[in-house]
């Protein structure tokens, strides 16, 4: 199975500062159809994982801008462009390239 | 706006068969995969397998000994079977309906605690 491998694990913020998240995973998640098969997901406190980022760069529905993702092949970056207060939470990478889906270890971001 | 819900016992013994069922309202399960993914401490979100609309399904191979995955279209409900349950089997269970590969709606989830 793809190992998905994100750092930092922990990432202090500050609030108007920019913040990046790295996940690389043991294979290439780029298809032959030109997607990278990465998703990123924000699991607040207390809730399920939500969906910010899929296919490698692209905001899921409702997501601000200040959200993006690029990367590609084994190397992947989250990048939020000013942290805001209600950002804190584990950030998870996800391949779907192949099942079994797996996850990074998490990031948690807090201020 | 879909919404799902998971719902069954969370309490279960080991030896024994958890089971859980995901009511998904507001959408259609036509069309779409299925999912379950499990949330523990020590080993972080892994995914359990997924069902599609027309029944097939695929799981992880950590798990498809025990697995089962099924579907009620009629119900707008999945369900998931996890035979011989141990304590490495406690955890949050979470359904979530898959859109091109991603999950991009979840249940609240659900803990699920093995124990005697």
């Known amino acids: 199975e793809i190992v998905m491998i994100q750092s930092p694990l922990s990432l202090p913020v500050t609030p108007g500062e920019p913040a990046s998240i790295s996940c690389r995973s043991s294979?290439?998640?780029?298809?032959?159809?030109?997607?990278?098969?990465v998703d990123w997901y924000l699991q607040k406190p207390g809730q399920p994982p939500h969906l910010l980022i899929y296919?490698?760069?692209n905001r899921a529905s409702g997501v601000p801008d200040r959200f993006s993702a690029s990367g590609s092949g084994t190397d992947f970056t989250l990048q939020i462009s000013r942290v805001e207060a209600e950002d804190v939470g584990v950030y998870y990478c996800?391949?779907?390239?192949?099942?079994?889906?797996?996850f990074g270890q998490g990031t948690k971001v807090e201020i | 706006q879909v919404q799902l819900q998971e719902s069954g016992p969370g309490l279960v013994k080991p030896s024994e068969t958890l089971s859980l069922t995901c009511t998904v309202s507001?959408?259609?399960?036509?069309?779409?995969?299925w999912s379950w993914i499990r949330q523990t401490p020590a080993k972080g979100l892994e995914w359990i397998g997924y069902?599609?609309?027309?029944?097939?399904?695929d799981y992880n191979p950590s798990l498809k000994s025990r697995v089962t995955i099924s579907l009620d279209a009629s119900k707008s409900q999945f369900s998931l079977r996890l035979s011989s349950v141990t304590a490495a089997d406690t955890a949050v269970y979470y359904c979530?309906?898959?859109?091109?590969?991603?999950?991009?709606?979840w249940g609240p989830g659900t803990l699920v605690t093995v124990s005697s």
């Open positions: 979530a309906r898959d859109v091109d590969y991603s999950s991009d709606s």
């Open positions: 507001g959408g259609t399960i036509t069309g779409y995969h």
């Open positions: 069902i599609y609309y027309t029944g097939s399904t």
């Open positions: 294979q290439s998640l780029l298809h032959r159809n030109k997607y990278n098969y």
């Open positions: 296919l490698g760069s």
């Open positions: 996800m391949q779907a390239l192949q099942t079994p889906r797996t």
